[in-house]
């Protein structure tokens, strides 16, 4: 605080206690400040379980699920064509299992525009079920994601008037908000989760 804005105190106990918080507050700030997209983006990524677990055999026998865009416009500029082999790629159909981790069973209705100059899409992806769709839409699933902050209790920071600010900011891991697990028909030796 600058001393033109800070209050008058009647007494220097009320002083001390005043620059107490303000220099706690200004740790925190630091705190705040020092965690970048380079600390965001070294956090461990959380394993969870999936939500639908599918039997192989229940995967074999579901019908073949194909979404398309519900609806679709083109904006107004051109196709970079130097990224003509990324986006034959990434349009190409992958299987996957959708997960909405925050709604549980509800589908999830998502806008995707993998590339300039392709149009802008809205997607309605069904869960818990085996589907096919292109291979961007399974990508922007995955990357759906959030980061858990908590404070390092080994660090203590300091004591005012409201207690003891007991630790550090740090960020414990990456979680999905949404996910997209691969799915093949094939029985594989291999139980580790695969890319698209």
């Known amino acids: 605080m600058t001393d033109d804005k800070r209050p008058k105190m009647k007494t220097s106990e009320a002083e001390k206690e005043l620059d107490k918080i303000a220099e706690s507050s200004k740790d925190f700030e630091n705190q705040l400040k020092e965690i970048n997209l380079d600390t965001l983006s070294a956090a461990p990524k959380k394993d969870v379980e999936p939500i639908h677990k599918i039997a192989q055999s229940d995967i074999e026998k579901s019908n073949e699920l194909y979404l398309k865009a519900n609806r679709s416009f083109q904006p107004n500029e051109k196709f970079n064509e130097k990224y003509r082999q990324d986006y034959i790629e990434a349009k190409e159909y992958v299987k996957f299992i959708a997960e909405n981790r925050e709604c549980i069973g509800e589908a ?89």
């Open 108 to 196: 999830i209705t998502l806008w995707v525009k993998p590339f300039a100059g392709v149009p802008c899409e809205e997607w309605i992806v069904p869960v818990g079920k085996p589907l096919w769709a292109p291979r961007y839409v399974a990508e922007r699933l995955k990357g759906c994601t959030y980061r858990e902050l908590k404070m390092d209790e080994s660090k203590p920071v300091g004591t005012n008037q409201f207690g003891t600010m007991t630790g550090q900011l740090i960020v414990e891991s990456t979680k999905n908000r949404l996910d997209a697990l691969p799915v093949s028909n094939r029985k594989s030796i291999f139980m580790g989760a695969s890319n698209f």
